[in-house]
């Protein structure tokens, strides 16, 4: 059989034309290289503590405490470009319990025109196509915040989905950031919508926000009604009154909140504000841990807050005040809500710093380093070249006046 390549150099040699020589060219054009992405300040290894050693060993204990058996892993998050944090699950959990997750998650930048969401597409695609990944695992393009508007498209699809196994809400911003009243839903509304799609599962859930705490993230009406309902909340529950007392025993009788600083505050006023609205759907709380991290290089104290909330379905019959029903709970003079805001104090004093739990630990940063190495390596990144970055990122942070850029383009203000 004569090629097609041979008739054209005959051609060519008698004189003939030569069809693929006329349309490319007499040399080879030159390939445009492919940009490798470039490193961001999410991908230092205190982002990868938060996964590994608060988020994963949570899903862990939740997947082994399941009441009903469950081969799926439902999870809703902020993914970013590079999904690290679903790659991360899915190589540290599914594969290791044999569970598929299945994940909703919300990035504006997907309905962007251009290479930003072409990126964000093909890393998609290729997540979808991990061994424990369900293919009907999607991205919006939306706002989270859409979900609180009544019915939106985005919440029909939250609702659709059912209940998820872990919900991680992932802000590069503060969640009290919008204040209370406004014509567009704010984070709060979308906390409703999650905590009672909670609701139908008997299996617990987990709840992980991460937020920004410094004042300016959190505006004054909210800041406000955080320390009402604490100071509220001190007169009306003994139990966390005296946990308050105990941890900050130099407070001032008259002005509780005169020493707290308002980190603090913020974290006291939102877990608060979870086990009280939670509670209306029948979920009991438990807040797990309280870690915290600093992006702003002249700030004071830690800026970002990272929470680890679980969720207990309440099936219990409930109580009976005229004590007919002879198998109903006994009516208790400290409610149940009252009991979990009284562990909450201490879990907010007892926080952890992850910048000097690194710092003081050698060999636990190093682990994250290698970690977050295989995680940006699966993820196209040259990773020859990560240390060196890395290295220069830490160097220049204590010089560098502006804010480190936000780790989450779904929650962004527009510029």
């Known amino acids: 059989m004569i090629e097609q390549n041979d ?13 693929l020589r006329d349309l490319l060219g007499s040399t080879a054009p030159a390939l445009i290289p492919v940009p490798r992405p470039a490193f961001q300040a999410w991908h230092r ?21 399941f009441v009903v058996p469950e081969d799926e892993f439902r999870y809703l998050s902020l993914p970013g470009d590079d999904f690290l944090d679903i790659r991360y ?25 251009g290479m930003h969401a072409a990126t964000i597409n093909t890393n998609l695609d290729a997540i979808r196509r991990l061994q424990r990944v369900d293919v009907r695992s999607d991205v919006l393009g939306q706002d989270l915040r859409t979900v609180g508007r009544v019915n939106s498209a985005p919440r029909k699809v939250v609702q659709r989905f059912g209940s998820f196994h872990a919900i991680n809400i992932d802000l590069c911003d503060g969640f009290a950031k919008d204040g209370a009243g406004n014509v567009n839903p704010n984070l709060f509304d979308v906390l409703q919508v999650l905590l009672e799609a909670q609701t139908r599962t008997v299996n617990d859930s987990l709840l992980f926000i991460t937020s ?12 406000k009604i955080f320390t009402d ?8 529950c ?29 974290v006291l006023g939102i877990t608060k504000y979870i086990i009280s609205q939670a509670s209306k759907f029948r979920l009991d709380v438990v807040l797990k841990s309280v870690l915290t991290y600093r992006v702003q290089p002249l700030a004071e104290k830690d800026d970002i807050v990272s929470l680890a909330i679980r969720l207990h379905p309440n099936r219990e019959t409930g109580e009976d005040p005229y004590q007919l029903a002879r198998h109903a709970h006994a009516v208790s003079n400290v409610s149940a809500e009252c009991r979990a805001e009284a ?8 926080q952890k710093s992850i910048d000097s739990k690194l710092s003081e630990d050698a060999a636990l940063r190093a682990r994250c380093i290698d970690e977050t190495e295989k995680l940006l390596g699966a993820t196209g990144y040259d990773i020859a070249s990560y240390r060196a970055w890395l290295s220069q990122k830490e160097l220049t942070t204590a010089t560098n006046t502006t ?4 780790h989450r383009v779904c929650v962004e203000e527009d510029k």
């Open 7 to 19: 008739v054209e150099d005959r051609e060519s040699e008698n004189g003939g034309p030569s069809h």
């Open 45 to 65: 290894p205190r982002k990868q503590y938060v996964r590994s050693d608060q988020w994963l060993p949570e899903m862990l204990n939740l997947v082994d405490t």
């Open 89 to 113: 699950i899915h190589d540290n959990l599914c594969l290791e319990k044999e569970k598929r997750i299945r994940f909703l998650g919300f990035n504006r930048a997907v309905n962007n025109n």
């Open 212 to 223: 920004r705490i410094d004042s300016n993230q959190t505006s004054d009406e909210i800041q």
């Open 229 to 236: 309902v604490i100071q509220n909340n001190i007169e009306g």
């Open 238 to 266: 003994p139990p966390f009154a005296s946990a308050i007392a105990l941890q900050w025993p130099n407070l001032d009788s008259v002005d509780h909140f005169a020493q707290l600083s308002g980190e603090d505050l913020f």
């Open 343 to 350: 562990k909450i104090p201490a879990r907010v004093r007892n």
């Open 403 to 406: 804010s480190t850029r936000c």
